[in-house]
């Protein structure tokens, strides 16, 4: 059946909405749009004359459509080559959807979409849904076809693995940046101790690279490992250059609501170190080197005003 103006205009005021939701569950801003799209797709085959709760419809395919992409995606990222993280999505991307509170910001934050990557596909479709998006147990349970109870328990059984896997403690946002100042002058240093003073004991350093970029397959672990590795990474070379085309320039950003440094060469966006930053220090560097992963931050970098570099690596 066609889709009349007034249902194309009703699915598209839906879309930024969706979109938020398919991000946070998916990890992937590509596969999100993809949900999306499939998601119009079954609208534009419906009877939507009939549907009552248009928003509701919605979400309830599009959580369909993304938990069948996520039982895929296990499939596929058993054979990933090397680490897999989440695409990064930098400051002002309106698929980072609503960050009005505490829990919304944090369900979008870049160690919160990695430790999502643990929890089962209705783990992840529950949380998101009732951590982010404010959804009622009884909606979650009609969305995913389970009792409300279960929604519930559920519900509390991803929360506490989220709540286990992450950073405790939190600092302010110019704390935060006074900190990835200092991290920058740390690792430029040429000198392993100031980076280690900077991290938590048990820090770590994460890379992805999908086997079309240098990346090692296993992380970084403890303070000192870190540090040799950080002060490594920014040690400049030939070979460096050779291998990403030019010298990066370095940017303080933030990325998925927290501090991040991107490297950029020619207004393409090499990498995207995304910092977990705690009262006791760095806690964590992800760091997003895969080209497949970064075409929508390039996109997004060229059309925002980001300053002076702080720094031209390698």
Aim: aromatic share 6%.
């Amino acid at each position: 059946m066609a889709l009349t103006l007034n249902d194309v205009e009703r699915f598209e005021a839906s879309r930024p909405r969706l979109e938020a939701i398919a991000y946070r569950l998916l990890g992937s801003a590509s596969e999100a749009e993809d949900a999306v799209q499939e998601t119009y797709l079954r609208w534009q085959a419906a009877d939507v004359g009939r549907v009552e709760v248009p928003e509701a419809w919605l979400t309830k395919v599009l959580t369909n459509v993304c938990l069948n992409q996520l039982t895929s995606a296990r499939v596929r990222r058993e054979t990933y080559v090397g680490q897999w993280l989440p695409e990064p999505l930098l400051a002002g991307d309106p698929m980072l959807g609503p960050a009005d509170t505490a829990e919304q910001r944090e369900s979008v934050s870049y160690a919160v979409l990695a430790l999502l990557e643990r929890l089962s596909p209705n783990e992840r479709a529950v949380y998101v849904l009732r951590e982010a998006f404010d959804y009622a147990h009884r909606e979650i349970a009609g969305i995913l076809g389970i009792t409300e109870a279960a929604s519930q328990q559920i519900f509390h059984r991803a929360k506490k693995h989220v709540a286990d896997g992450k950073a405790r403690s939190e600092i302010d946002e110019a704390a935060a940046r006074r900190i990835v100042d200092e991290f920058l002058a740390a690792a430029t240093s040429g000198r392993t101790e100031p980076l280690v003073r900077l991290l938590t004991q048990d820090a770590v350093a994460i890379g992805d690279g999908g086997g079309k970029v240098p990346a090692r397959t296993k992380a970084f672990e403890g303070a000192l490992a870190v540090a040799k590795f950080m002060r490594g990474l920014f040690k400049p070379s030939k070979a460096k250059r050779a291998l990403v085309g030019g010298s990066p320039e370095v940017y303080a950003t933030t990325a998925n609501g927290g501090p991040a440094l991107v490297a950029v060469i020619d207004g393409r966006v090499i990498g995207v170190i995304c910092l977990e930053i705690t009262a006791d220090g760095i806690a964590a560097f992800r760091n997003q080197a895969n080209p497949d992963k970064l075409e929508r931050a390039t996109e997004r970098w060229a059309a925002a005003d980001h300053g002076e570099p702080l720094l031209i690596a390698f």
